[in-house]
């Protein structure tokens, strides 16, 4: 395959997507990018090309991942799905049950639920950050138990940006002793053969394609609440550092996983499944369905935008209406999406690296999915 072309599987009915696909790398829309589909746990579409890098020295090849921002969170939710399929998470029990630490500063309400669905008044840290603070797990969780909420936890959405990870990850770790990384590494990862990484290895830096910061709207553009500041200003959310072994080699569950669209569309087979993928159980039908729970829904602080938030997932409603109610979602700053379709029994991922000034998912991955379900019509 000649540098820069695409690669991979989207056939017959299918072409469609191909071509847009192709059109999106050929005319500067995508720099380098992967796209794939499965359907009844069977990968219909799987599809790659561009380049690695903006300056186009090194091809996007089939093996090439990406750091993919907040589509890490689905990876994370799927971990405390499968603990609380299993017994040991109840997400209606108090996050100090399982933290004692927590319940300070009028946190000892707070349920493991509010942490699933952005609603526990813990969007950003109230102490100063360094970028450098992201990398010391104790110290990140151990601050945000310490702190009192933003604001009344339950009581509205508000988008946990970077928090929901640390937060979510320390319950896990909590209770099953391993950190979320590893979990999720030798629970789905390893098993399923999926190249998905919350802390990645050294030796496959020379594998993860270089992100392009977006030309306008970025996140410190676009914060103008003071809320917003606090969030994404506290530490400065800089797309540079993701090229960093520090960035890549430490466990940020809600924005620091590195993957391609393969990986994470393959992972949420089990989603879509009812539990099973190829051919292993690895939850209850009951257990995946739980992502569906509505849990919060109105106008997000932090996004501004009317949201819907299912355990850990996003919902189908007035931002998302293309998608039918069997249907969740999550999307990473830059673009990367992931939808997860227990109807049609469907997973749709895309992940890039030309970032556009987005924080849940934009209309490449969007027109990319349109062509898909018109060519399962046809």
Request: glycine residues 12%; hydrophobic residues 40%.
């Amino acid at each position: 395959m000649a540098d820069g072309q695409v690669g991979g599987l989207a056939d017959g009915k299918f072409a469609a997507v191909r071509e847009k696909f192709e059109q999106n790398i050929a005319d500067g829309t995508d720099i380098g990018a992967s796209f794939c589909v499965t359907k009844d746990g069977e990968t219909i579409i799987d599809l790659w090309g561009g380049w690695a890098d903006p300056e186009k020295t090194r091809p996007w090849e089939k093996d090439t991942i990406v750091n993919v921002y907040s589509t890490t969170k689905t990876m994370t939710a799927l971990t405390a799905l499968w603990l609380a399929d299993q017994g040991k998470l109840d997400f209606d029990a108090p996050v100090a049950e399982y933290w004692p630490e927590f319940a300070a500063n009028g946190k000892a309400g707070i349920k493991v639920s509010h942490l699933m669905s952005h609603s526990a008044g813990l969007a950003g840290w109230t102490a100063p950050m360094d970028k450098h603070d992201l990398y010391d797990w104790d110290k990140a969780t151990s601050l945000l138990a310490a702190q009192a909420p933003l604001w009344e936890p339950g009581s509205q959405p508000g988008y946990h940006a970077v928090t929901q990870g640390y937060l979510v990850g320390e319950v896990i770790r909590r209770i099953d002793g391993r950190s979320v990384g590893t979990v999720f590494r030798e629970e789905f990862a390893e098993p399923m053969g999926a190249d998905f990484h919350i802390g990645l290895p050294a030796t496959e830096d020379s594998r993860v394609a270089d992100l392009k910061p977006p030309e306008t709207g970025g996140l410190r553009e676009a914060s103008e609440t003071d809320l917003q500041k606090a969030i994404f200003n506290n530490p400065d959310v800089d797309v540079s550092e993701t090229r960093t072994r520090a960035w890549r080699g430490a466990e940020i569950p809600a924005a620091g996983g590195t993957g391609n669209a393969r990986s994470i569309a393959n992972i949420h087979t089990i989603l879509a499944n009812g539990g099973v993928s190829g051919g292993k159980r690895y939850l209850s039908e009951a257990g995946c369905r739980r992502a569906l729970e509505l849990q919060i829904e109105g106008d997000d602080l932090v996004l501004r935008m009317p949201v819907r938030y299912g355990m850990g997932f996003g919902l189908a409603g007035p931002s998302m209406p293309m998608l039918n109610e069997q249907t969740c979602f999550w999307g990473g700053y830059g673009g990367s999406l992931v939808m997860i379709d227990m109807e049609r029994r469907m997973t749709v991922a895309y992940a890039m690296n030309r970032m556009q000034g987005t924080t849940t998912g934009d209309m490449r991955a969007g027109m990319l999915a349109a062509f898909t379900m018109q060519g399962l019509m046809s």
